[in-house]
């Protein structure tokens, strides 16, 4: 099976890709079928082959999440069995959620309480020792 996918080039902390179509049980960095085109993340450039890619996906390349996403904003019209997965997923138990997220304020409340009084008493201490010092002194 061919996929569609982006290959990594250039420097360390500067990324660029390559989009090629290469066969899926091959490695990413493998030699390539085919190059698609280039994107710069950094610039938002992207030069593609339009007309190659629509041949690919006619054959029934599967793009990788990313360049179907990549792909939709330059434009490009995706077939209909090209699904974009959302990374956002919804809460099954929205009163679940709730309740461990009160709990989880309630502790950071309690703790916080704990910590001021323990400061207060740090404090407390402190000017008890002072006095005893000055009065030492006298």
């Given amino acids: 099976?061919?996929?569609l996918r982006l290959n990594r080039v250039g420097r360390k902390k500067?990324?660029?890709?390559?989009?090629?179509?290469?066969d899926k049980r091959k490695a990413a960095s493998?030699?390539?079928l085919e190059?698609?085109?280039?994107y710069n993340p950094h610039t938002k450039e992207?030069?593609?082959?339009?007309?190659?890619?629509?041949?690919?996906?006619?054959k029934g390349a599967q793009p990788s999440n990313r360049l179907a996403i990549i792909l939709k904003n330059a434009g490009v019209k995706?077939?209909?069995?090209?699904?974009?997965?959302q990374k956002n997923k919804s809460v099954k138990d929205p009163e679940k959620?709730?309740?461990q997220a009160s709990q989880v304020v309630e502790e950071t409340i309690v703790v916080e309480e704990e910590e001021i009084q323990g400061?207060?008493?740090i404090q407390a201490e402190a000017l008890v020792s002072e006095q005893d010092d000055s009065n030492q002194v006298k």
Wanted: hydrophobic share 55%; glycine share 2%.
């Fill in 119 to 121: 400061q207060e008493s």
């Fill in 35 to 38: 190059y698609l085109g280039r």
């Fill in 78 to 85: 995706l077939p209909k069995w090209v699904k974009l997965v």
């Fill in 14 to 22: 500067l990324a660029l890709y390559r989009i090629v179509a290469v």
């Fill in 97 to 99: 959620a709730q309740n």
């Fill in 46 to 58: 992207l030069v593609i082959d339009q007309e190659a890619i629509k041949a690919w996906l006619d």
């Fill in 1 to 3: 099976m061919v996929v």
């Fill in 30 to 32: 493998a030699r390539p």
